[in-house]
């Protein structure tokens, strides 16, 4: 699997192993996972203790179908993703930015979730 890889794929990889070695959710914090790929965007928050999902979003959805992944497309999916987990009297996490540089869409996404009042 690795040798279909591009050099660009494989330093991702690299990036997003050493990150999860030292990041953990739990059920007082759970860990937010970002995945991008070229058209769509997703996010989730996952207890690592149990292995469930506790909530997730992504632009696959119907009220976010419309929503391109850039930069306001991440930040309004972060507001949302912010109120779905108030809604869950989830307040505060720990982000995990997936082997993702942190900027841009990744950035965005964390930020607008922050702004929605989730502590990370």
Not at 75 to 80: I, V
Not at 94 to 103: E, I, K, P
């Amino acid at each position: 699997m690795l040798r279909k890889m591009t050099d660009k794929q494989r330093r991702r990889l690299r990036r997003k192993f050493h990150i999860r070695k030292r990041i953990y959710g739990t059920a007082a914090r759970p860990r937010m996972t970002v995945y991008k790929s070229g058209r769509h965007l997703y996010a989730q928050v996952v207890d690592d203790d149990k292995g469930h999902t506790l909530a997730a979003i992504s632009t696959l959805e119907k009220e976010f179908i419309a929503l391109k992944p850039n930069v306001e497309g991440a930040a309004k999916l972060g507001e949302a993703m912010g109120q779905r987990l108030k809604d869950k009297n989830i307040t505060t996490i720990v982000f995990d930015r997936n082997g993702y540089l942190y900027h841009g869409v990744v950035k965005a996404l964390a930020d607008a979730t922050r702004k929605a009042g989730i502590v990370f």
